[in-house]
C-alpha cells in the first residue's frame, strides 16, 4: 500500500537553528499538507500546497516558515530561526489523487522536533 | 469551518460496542464530515467519511441524522488496539486548493480487558 514517509524521525536543534523536514507524498497526489501536534495536544493546520503554490496556511505559519517542492518527489518544510515552542511533532500529508479530491488525508508518521 | 465538539473521553471494555457522537451544529450544506483515528506518536488514519444517513466500511459505521447536526461514529466489538483518540472533521470534500481539515481535541477512547 503505498504511504508518506518522512525523515528525520527525529532531530533534536539548538534554538536558532534551521531545520527542514523533508516528505515523500503518495505518488500520484496532487495536495499536500503541513500538520503540527504539540505534545499532548490537538493535530494543528500548518499549510496545503497545490500546483507548486502554498493554497492556504494557518495563522502559525510565519515568515520563519516556508514550503518547497523542489522536484517531483520531496515536499518539504523549513523552518528558518527555531525557537522552543517548534518542538512538536510535525506529519506531512497528502490527498488527491487524478480521479480528484478526496476527504481522506493520507498521514506520514512523522517528524519529531526538539528544540534546545 | 464548522466547529464539533466530542467527549473527551470514554471507556470501553474488549468485545463492545463504542458510539462516539460529534456536535456540529453550524454543518454548512456543502461540508462533509469525516473522521480520523490515531494511535501514539503516529499520524492521523482516515477511518470513514459521509454525507448524510449510514455509511458502513470494514472498520465503522458512520450515522448521520437528516438535519445533519450531529454524527455517531461506531466501532463494533473494540478489541485493545482500537485505543486512541478519535477525531471529527467537517468540511468541504471538494476544494480546488485542497482540503484544509481543522482537527478539534478528539475523543481518548481507552479500551480495556
Known amino acids: 500500500e503505498p504511504e508518506v514517509t518522512q525523515t528525520p524521525s527525529h532531530q533534536v536543534t539548538q534554538m536558532g537553528q534551521e531545520v527542514i523536514l523533508r516528505c515523500v507524498p503518495i505518488?500520484?497526489?496532487?495536495?499536500f499538507y503541513w500538520y503540527r501536534q504539540i505534545l499532548g495536544q490537538k493535530v494543528e493546520f500548518l499549510v496545503s500546497?497545490?500546483?507548486?503554490?502554498?493554497?492556504?496556511k494557518s495563522e502559525i505559519f510565519d515568515d520563519q516558515f516556508s514550503v518547497e517542492r523542489p522536484d517531483g518527489s520531496n515536499f518539504t518544510l523549513k523552518i528558518r530561526s527555531t525557537k522552543l515552542e517548534d518542538s512538536a511533532m510535525y506529519f506531512c500529508a497528502s490527498s488527491g489523487g487524478l480521479r480528484g479530491v478526496t476527504g481522506e488525508l493520507f498521514f506520514g508518521e512523522g517528524s519529531r522536533l526538539t528544540v534546545l | 469551518l464548522a466547529k464539533t465538539t466530542q467527549p473527551i473521553s470514554m471507556d470501553s471494555y474488549e468485545g463492545q460496542e463504542v458510539n462516539i457522537t460529534c456536535s456540529h451544529n453550524n454543518i454548512a450544506t456543502n461540508d462533509y464530515i469525516t473522521w480520523y483515528q490515531q494511535f501514539p506518536s503516529q499520524g492521523p488514519r482516515f477511518i470513514i467519511q459521509?454525507?448524510?444517513t449510514k455509511v458502513t466500511n470494514e472498520v465503522a459505521s458512520l450515522f448521520i441524522p437528516a438535519d445533519r447536526k450531529s454524527s455517531t461514529l461506531s466501532l463494533p466489538r473494540v478489541s485493545l488496539s482500537d485505543t486512541a483518540v478519535y477525531y471529527c472533521?467537517?468540511?468541504?470534500?471538494?476544494?480546488?486548493?485542497?482540503?484544509?481539515?481543522?482537527f478539534g481535541g478528539g475523543t481518548r477512547v481507552l479500551v480495556k480487558p
Open positions: 472533521l467537517v468540511g468541504l470534500l471538494i476544494k480546488a486548493a485542497g482540503n484544509k481539515l481543522t
Open positions: 500546497f497545490y500546483n507548486n503554490e502554498i493554497s492556504e
Open positions: 459521509g454525507y448524510k
Open positions: 505518488s500520484n497526489h496532487l495536495y
